[in-house]
């Protein structure tokens, strides 16, 4: 008996492990079969996928944020090229006004040099006054606050007048037919010589 006891256990050792074989067999085949590592490549790939396609909508978002903020940048910059160009066009007709408006400087003839008490004039040389003849020429304006402006006195007063009034540069250029750059030249040469 102990013989066949010991023949009955390793009959059913035998028979429990060729299941176990043959259940392992069937797995690992159904694991390498090819539609099971198809099906988990394709999951794999879709996942990649989905994960590329978050990651280039991402990218396109921060692009076109990019691109809008390069483009109000562009405008800005822009809109000050413009306005600069106008203060440009400003400055430049205030100076050309200025330049009109301010009288060219005269320039005072030097007095000849005084000869002095030693030296000796010829005997037949003629003596003149050089205190007469080297006067001003009162005809000739001198260049003094009074002249400085080639506006005529009419239309500066005028000018000071609405201005002092409180009406706007624009209105006060249309009435005494002039430019506001000009107007505002008059008022701040006037304004400032007090």
């Known amino acids: 008996m102990y013989i066949?006891?010991?023949?009955?256990?390793?009959?059913?050792?035998?028979?429990?492990?060729?299941?176990?074989?043959?259940?392992?067999?069937?797995?690992?085949?159904?694991?390498?079969?090819?539609?099971?590592?198809t099906e988990q490549v394709r999951n794999e790939i879709d996942r990649m996928v989905v994960d590329l396609n978050q990651t280039a909508d991402r990218n396109i978002g921060l692009i076109e944020q990019q691109l809008k903020s390069l483009n109000e940048m562009i405008q800005e910059a822009d809109h000050r090229i413009s306005l600069l160009q106008k203060h440009s066009e400003k400055l430049n007709k205030s100076t050309d006004t200025y330049n009109q408006i301010r009288p060219a400087q005269i320039v005072k003839p030097k007095a000849p040099p005084v000869p002095e008490a030693s030296e000796v004039s010829p005997p037949n040389a003629r003596t003149v006054d050089i205190s007469t003849e080297m006067q001003p020429d009162s005809s000739l304006p001198e260049n003094d606050d009074s002249h400085q402006d080639t506006v005529t006195p009419p239309k500066r007063e005028r000018v000071i007048e609405l201005y002092r009034q409180g009406i706007?540069?624009?209105?006060?250029?249309?009435r005494v037919d002039s430019t506001v750059a000009e107007v505002e030249l008059i008022i701040s040469m006037t304004e400032g010589r007090r």
């Open 4 to 37: 066949t006891s010991i023949m009955v256990s390793i009959g059913t050792s035998i028979i429990i492990a060729g299941i176990v074989y043959i259940l392992l067999v069937k797995r690992i085949n159904k694991e390498k079969s090819s539609t099971a590592i």
């Open 168 to 174: 706007s540069l624009d209105v006060i250029a249309s």
